[in-house]
């Protein structure tokens, strides 16, 4: 069984739309993240959620809403998409922010 | 703030060589540290931690010991497959406050390449 899965794994999208990509764990955590991976493969943390709290929150631009509507599963949608967006969007997961359990990533190319 | 700093890659090496990966790292208090891999096209996994001084990780013939002295937790593995190919990332993740649960500070990865 997947621990920590995002959909889709791969989206490529036309500048100005919107989108979003999803995220479910199983693994009973209470913290769930967004990280950005960017073309030189390096980290950085968006968001995070506690128990359906927002309570890290990057400085990211406001077209980014990460949604969480209960504590197994978090959504980020992205308006008006710019081609800089493109990078690997990763979900991550964690109990009392322990270690962090990672999703497979999405892929997400602007053109 | 906190910061991770890992040696650049890429690193190639051949077969069980001896691979050793350098980070060093700037924090308040008492983070925990990782290393987490990332194989190509995958996610990242976790590799191994150590949540205080002096604690050893290991995991998969890897090692890596906190020091507290020189704020160090340098990667290690006597002798490399070329499955180990992968990128290797130190993080840490500390102090547990409420605007920073959890929170990974990553390093900028290191590409290690194994020839057979």
């Known amino acids: 069984d997947t621990a920590v899965s995002q959909t889709p794994k791969y989206l490529v999208t036309q500048m100005g739309n919107d989108k979003s990509i999803k995220c479910e764990q199983n693994l009973g955590h209470d913290t769930m993240y967004w990280y950005k991976q960017d073309s030189k493969k390096f980290l950085k943390i968006m968001f995070s959620?506690?128990?359906?709290?927002?309570?890290i929150n990057e400085t990211v631009p406001n077209r980014f809403s990460p949604k969480s509507p209960d504590k197994a599963h978090l959504n980020l949608h992205i308006n008006s998409l710019e081609l800089g967006d493109s990078a690997v969007y990763f979900c991550?997961?964690?109990?009392?922010?322990?270690?962090?359990?990672f999703g497979q990533g999405t892929r997400l190319t602007v053109v | 703030g906190n910061s991770v700093t890992q040696m650049e890659g890429p690193v190639t090496l051949s077969e069980e060589a001896f691979l050793t990966i350098n980070c060093t790292y700037t924090?308040?208090?008492?983070?925990?540290l990782f290393w987490y891999v990332q194989y190509p096209g995958e996610g990242l996994q976790l590799l191994l931690k150590?949540?205080?001084?002096?604690d050893k990780g290991s995991n998969k013939g890897f090692e890596a010991t906190y020091r507290k002295e020189t704020t160090s937790f340098h990667l290690e593995k006597g002798s490399v497959q070329v499955s180990d190919s992968a990128v290797y990332f130190c993080?840490?993740?500390?102090?547990?406050?409420?605007?920073?649960?959890?929170?990974?500070?990553f390093g900028a990865g290191t590409q290690v390449v194994v020839t057979p």
């Open positions: 959620y506690n128990n359906k709290e927002l309570i």
């Open positions: 924090a308040t208090g008492y983070p925990s």
């Open positions: 150590a949540t205080k001084a002096d």
């Open positions: 993080a840490l993740s500390g102090p547990m406050t409420t605007d920073s649960w959890g929170k990974l500070q």
């Open positions: 991550a997961s964690t109990f009392g922010g322990a270690e962090a359990f």
